[in-house]
């Protein structure tokens, strides 16, 4: 897999956060902190970290139910691990494109462009989910009182965020039942701005409409949105079970803010497993709730080293098994756009 100039400056971003996020803080007592720590509890967060990806695997199931229906848990179970570690050790999130190939690969019934979009409608029930949650945490009467975000009390700015994602939801909606005004809206709107990617751009949209076939069905779309909401709540359970280890004593409701602000920060080009921003975006947040420095960098480097650890492992036996190599993905990447372009008309 090719670096590139994305992958770069994910590099520099991230070593640049890095030092932001430990160049205050005593390593001594950092270490001390992690001696201190709670072994038992550490242990309980990492288990329940992991079990967040075959609850991703299950909900990528229910996405994909309208293309393929049932299909059975191992090879979406498989390819979300391949792809979870790929994304911990490949910049650029290649991890997604990583998936794609894992499960197309092993699942022939799965064509490509419907993999890819299912994608990315999971990405846009984690955004809606974990934004939903952070409000949930900012109007809670355990927050903090008298916090302000540039001069607005928190939680007006809760407010604004919780209607961006009822708007969300209601243009996910849309764009599911009128696909086709979409899809050409898209093409008029691309071939008026840039007239060569006018064709391939239509064909993501008529592919990311397909994935939101899961919207059509108001079962389909609570069921995908069960799962989401309780892999964020598991993940948010892992937090506090860290937060716990490190003798953070938070509510609940703090994991959840912490996790939506780590999840914004990590929206951002970094490195391979999110290293630096992820420990400065914790930095940033656990102090809200009166957690210093030091105590907010222990539990974020102890809690990811112990959860990207066991994924990442378990997804390179995974990817060791399939007897294949990143080129291959590479290939087959290439192999699609060519017959995507064969089809829309559109210059390779």
């Not at 064909?203 to 909401?229: D, E």
């Amino acid at each position: 897999m090719r670096l590139g100039t994305r992958g770069a400056i994910g590099i520099a971003v991230s070593a640049l956060l890095l030092w932001f996020a430990l160049r205050d803080v005593p390593f001594g007592h950092v270490l001390d902190a992690l001696r201190a720590s709670d072994l038992a509890l550490w242990a309980l967060c990492t288990v329940t970290s992991q079990l967040i990806f075959p609850l991703r695997a299950r909900r990528w199931r229910t996405i994909l139910d309208p293309v393929v229906p049932r299909l059975p848990f191992g090879p979406l179970w498989r390819a979300t691990a391949i792809g979870m570690m790929a994304n911990n050790v490949l910049p650029a999130r290649a991890g997604e494109l990583v998936r794609v190939f894992a499960i197309v690969r092993e699942r022939r019934d799965v064509p490509w462009s419907s993999a890819l979009a299912s994608l990315a409608v999971d990405r846009v029930f984690d955004a809606l989910c974990v934004v939903l949650l952070l409000v949930v945490a900012m109007l809670a009467p355990d927050f903090p009182s008298g916090f302000v975000i540039q001069g607005r009390p928190v939680q007006s700015i809760a407010v604004a965020m919780a209607t961006v994602v009822v708007v969300a939801f209601a243009g996910l909606f849309a764009f599911a039942q009128w696909p086709h005004a979409m899809e050409s809206l898209a093409m008029r709107v691309t071939g008026a701005v840039v007239p060569r990617l006018r064709h391939r751009v239509g064909a993501l949209v008529h592919a990311l409409a397909g994935g939101l076939a899961v919207v059509r069905k108001p079962s389909h779309f609570l069921a995908t949105f069960g799962w989401a909401l309780v892999h964020w709540l598991t993940n948010a359970l892992a937090f506090w079970f860290g937060f716990r280890a490190v003798g953070i004593h938070a509510p609940f409701t703090a994991a959840l803010f912490v996790q939506g602000i780590i999840a914004i920060g990590v929206s951002v080009p970094s490195s391979a497993g999110f290293v630096g921003v992820f420990e400065y975006a914790a930095k940033l947040a656990l102090p809200v709730y009166g957690v210093d420095s030091v105590h907010a960098v222990t539990w974020a480097l102890g809690f990811h080293f112990l959860s990207f650890i066991p994924i990442t492992a378990i997804g390179a036996w995974y990817f060791l098994r399939m007897g294949v190599h990143l080129d291959d993905v590479r290939a087959a990447e290439d192999a699609e756009e060519r017959r995507t372009a064969g089809e829309t008309g559109a210059s390779p």
